[in-house]
């Protein structure tokens, strides 16, 4: 075969050619519906680049002496394999490529037939045609299912490393309990076996007490734990008018025992006397008391913790800042904040952050927490002001 003499009477031809297949593409795929179409209309003019790019480089290469012909070949594989890894990491779902090297096979086949009237020059490009482009969808597809599958296993790899990580918090926050638990039974018996009924009756009160306040400690890590599976009681919750400042003043009269434990100076300061807010009182109470319990335990004895509102000019959120004069936190850590489990400080469970995240994006709102080293931690709380009533 004279490729060199093909070329010159047949190329040209061919490429003109090439630009019906691109418009007759275009439309087959934008006409499809679902998942195609809309990958075609968001990344139309990138497509009828690549594609023509594509046709183009195929087209000249049908012509290529038998030595630089091989040459491509296996260039081609090893490109089209870079490609369909490419793909998978871009947001272009298998259906969609499927059907794009379908459809683009079926059309070039078609144009090659009925533009090349030569039926010896259109066999042998028909025949090359064909193995260039089941080189191109081969590879291309291993490429793509190979990274697709490397991509599963690391998100595998992921879920079971959270799932550890959880699994061994969890147990080891309900052991410390029960360890207390279990050391005060023996005391108590022991104290019976040893000192008699009427002495051990005496001190029973006590142990009985701290046994509670443990057993209480584990029942609240398990419904922190069952708020972050989705399964805790108050999850049909609903949202509604909330006046911001009376359940404020209640949070702060439950959290006066803190200030007292640690001699902190607790201060709340409204921006307006009536604030409303689109909420869940319970969810408020629950999350304040967190982040206010979190900010005393990052501050000094004498240190300051500041609860303060504002209201955006547009009226579309309040914020509240819950602001510390403690330790901070490194930028490090700082990525890691909402993670279960993730301990920022001795005594905790890592969990009261990921609750707190939970709780105020399941009512609409938002969290941000700036903080700096020997300076202090701001975490600002957004909340969704009331919808607009309806008359």
Same mark, same amino acid.
């Given at each position: ?22 418009? #007759? ?16 209309? &968001?990344?139309? +003019?990138? +497509?009828?680049? #690549? ?6 480089? $195929?087209?000249? +290469? ?84 190979? !990274? ?26 309900? %052991?410390?309990?029960?360890?207390? $638990?279990? #050391? ?14 009427? %002495? ?10 701290? !046994? ?51 001699? $902190? ?18 969810? $408020?109470?629950?999350? !304040? ?36 004069? #403690? ?50 931690? &701001? ?13």
């Amino acid at each position: 075969m004279d490729w060199i003499a093909a070329k010159d009477r047949w190329l040209s031809s061919l490429l003109l050619s090439m630009e019906d297949v691109v418009e #007759g593409h275009m439309t087959d795929m934008l006409s499809f519906g679902g998942p195609i179409s809309h990958y075609y209309r &968001k990344y139309e +003019q990138q +497509q009828r680049m #690549g594609i023509s790019g594509m046709l183009t480089d $195929v087209m000249q +290469q049908l012509f290529s002496e038998e030595k630089e012909y091989a040459e491509y070949l296996y260039a081609l594989s090893v490109e089209s394999y870079i490609w369909g890894e490419t793909w998978a990491k871009g947001d272009i779902s298998k259906e969609v490529l499927l059907q794009t090297l379908y459809n683009l096979r079926q059309l070039i086949f078609e144009r090659v037939r009925h533009s090349c009237t030569d039926a010896e020059i259109r066999d042998a490009l028909l025949s090359r045609l064909h193995e260039i482009l089941n080189i191109r969808y081969y590879h291309a597809m291993r490429g793509y299912l190979a !990274c697709k599958d490397q991509m599963i296993s690391h998100l595998n790899r992921q879920k079971i490393g959270i799932i550890e990580q959880m699994a061994a918090g969890m147990a080891h926050e309900i %052991r410390n309990p029960l360890t207390a $638990v279990n #050391g005060f039974l023996q005391l108590m018996r022991k104290t019976i076996e040893h000192d008699g009924r009427s %002495r051990g009756w005496e001190m029973f009160e006590q142990y009985i007490q701290i !046994c509670q306040h443990e057993m209480q400690s584990l029942n609240n890590l398990v419904t922190s734990f069952l708020i972050l599976a989705r399964k805790n009681e108050t999850g049909n919750s609903q949202n509604e008018i909330v006046e911001l400042r009376p359940l404020m003043e209640h949070v702060h009269e439950l959290a006066k025992h803190y200030v007292m434990e640690k001699d $902190v100076r607790l201060s709340f300061a409204y921006e307006e006397p009536h604030v409303q807010v689109w909420a869940i009182p319970s969810y $408020v109470e629950q999350i !304040c008391l967190n982040l206010i319990k979190n900010a005393m335990d990052a501050v000094a004895h004498n240190g300051c913790v500041t609860i303060y509102t504002e209201t955006s000019p547009l009226q579309s959120f309040v914020s509240m800042t819950i602001e510390d004069n #403690g330790y901070g936190i490194s930028e490090q850590r700082q990525k890691h904040l909402f993670e279960p489990f993730y301990i920022t400080k001795e005594k905790g469970t890592g969990i009261g952050l990921s609750v707190c995240k939970k709780l105020i994006e399941e009512m609409g709102g938002k969290i941000n927490i700036q903080s700096t080293v020997g300076v202090g931690t &701001k975490v600002e709380i957004l909340f969704a002001v009331p919808p607009a009533k309806e008359f």
